[in-house]
């Protein structure tokens, strides 16, 4: 049983998650690693079995809520989907308004966390570092790909929702990217923002659905392969700083659904460069202290896990 600080505390961890997955690039996997939740988290979700539902549907609610974790996946999704809902539009407009401070918050954010993350590595071997390259090579590909054009029917939007909520869960790896990937960011917080029911219901089908086989699958490798799973999840961390990167240079444009031209491709370049190719201020300094900022708020993180672990 947890305190009323203690659930206050996670309440937030949710909040935190929810606000690191609306951001393309940061994961709210991420969030739940270094904050020292994932374990229960996937623990929790694998319990919602076929046991579990024959509990529910036999009416045997208590028995069934203690063993999903009913209490901690209450208060962790309350915090999630509060902060998805009610930071869609301020996040929309910081990305907007604020796009170099906005950046090179989260590049600080999950340069420190994939730093936090290896630290979880307590014997390496050559396997152990060649899964971290490969993370970092798979990650900056990734980052690389220009967004799908798609149909917007809630048939892929299904099928974007069980792909996303794989990324979601794993460290490193950005839900929001991949449903930019996928050509569905924009759709998706545009039918949060203007409350589209039968959007937001066919996709959170997809990511309850997904959620529940992937998690499984998750839990097997870091029980069998944890050093080089994790070492494998960092390497995507580091390698996905590429998409966050708050310098960049426009390539090719596109057409989005309200008819302006938005970037469709782009490439990272140095702040310096940058000014020589715009004329505009890079806002170096902004940058650089906003990315301390991020850094700064995931060693506050960690602390404040570490402190509730050793009372607990």
């Known amino acids: 049983m947890r305190s009323f600080k203690d659930s206050i505390l996670l309440f937030l961890k949710g909040m935190a998650m929810g606000g690191a997955d609306v951001i393309p690039g940061v994961s709210g996997g991420t969030i739940a690693f270094i904050s020292g939740i994932y374990e229960e988290l996937l ?33 962790l999704f309350s915090g999630i989907l509060i902060s998805l809902f009610s930071l869609a539009r301020v996040i929309s407009f910081f990305m907007v308004n604020h796009p170099f401070a906005f950046w090179s918050f989260f590049f600080g954010l999950i340069l420190i966390s994939a730093i936090l ?61 991949i449903l930019l990937i996928l050509g569905k960011y924009e759709f998706i917080i545009n039918a949060v923002k203007e409350l589209k029911i039968d959007v937001i219901i066919v996709f959170a089908l997809g990511c309850v659905i997904g959620l529940l086989s992937f998690s499984r699958l998750v839990s097997w490798v870091l029980q069998k ?7 494998l999840l960092a390497g995507f961390m580091l390698g996905s700083l590429n998409k966050i990167w708050p310098w960049k240079q426009v390539l090719e444009f596109r057409i989005d659904r309200h008819g302006d031209q938005v970037p469709l491709y782009d490439k990272s370049i140095m702040p310096n460069k940058y000014f020589e ?9 902004e940058a650089l202290l906003f990315a301390l900022l991020g850094i700064i708020v995931i060693l506050g993180v960690e602390r404040i896990a570490a402190m509730m672990a050793s009372r607990s």
């Open 277 to 285: 190719l715009t004329g505009n201020d890079p806002h170096f300094l």
């Open 43 to 75: 623990r929790s979700i694998n319990s919602i079995d076929l046991a579990a539902i024959k509990l529910l549907f036999s009416g045997e609610i208590k028995t069934f809520w203690a063993k999903i974790n009913g209490n901690f996946l209450l208060t």
């Open 117 to 177: 993350v290896l630290r979880k590595i307590h014997s390496w071997a050559p396997g152990i570092i060649i899964a971290g390259i490969i993370g970092v090579i798979l990650a900056y590909f990734l980052t690389t790909f220009s967004p799908a054009e798609t149909n917007n029917g809630l048939f892929y939007v299904f099928l974007s929702g069980m792909v996303a909520i794989c990324a979601m869960i794993l460290p490193g790896i950005s839900g929001s990217f």
């Open 225 to 231: 392969y944890h050093n080089i799973t994790i070492s």
